[in-house]
């Protein structure tokens, strides 16, 4: 059985950072496309990053470009989301999804993600 659990949210001022991460257990890491996704209250789900399995690319939202950084470790079976310059309206609930069958054309689309962790509150505020 596949698991992701995510830490590190939390309350940050605006301009903060924060390191996001996504532990994956079960399975095997190396096959998997795994992405970031956010959702603020009242809003669809919004991709944020993928990052495909073994050397295979890191891909960002245009709002995010410059700001967020992914990473993955496959020695820890975790990936990571840093943030910097935090602004108000990134302000949601970030959740790691992951899949072994995701083509390029669809990193961006939640549905075609198999397994998800619960998500970490991100509150942006001063």
């Known amino acids: 059985q596949v698991q992701l659990v995510e830490s590190g949210g939390g309350l940050v001022q605006p301009g903060g950072s924060l390191r996001l991460s996504c532990m994956v257990s079960?399975?095997?890491?190396?096959?998997?496309?795994v992405a970031w996704f956010r959702q603020a209250p009242g809003t669809e789900r919004e991709f944020v990053a993928a990052i495909r399995r073994s050397g295979g690319g890191t891909y960002y939202a245009d709002s995010v470009k410059g700001r967020f950084t992914m990473s993955r470790d496959s020695a820890k079976n975790a990936v990571y989301l840093q943030i910097d310059s935090l602004k108000p309206e990134d302000t949601a609930v970030y959740s790691c999804?992951?899949?072994?069958?995701?083509?390029?054309?669809?990193?961006?689309?939640?549905?075609?993600?198999?397994?998800w962790g619960q998500g970490t509150q991100v509150l942006v505020s001063s």
């Open positions: 999804a992951a899949s072994s069958t995701i083509i390029l054309s669809s990193l961006r689309m939640a549905t075609q993600y198999r397994y």
């Open positions: 079960g399975g095997t890491f190396n096959t998997y496309t």
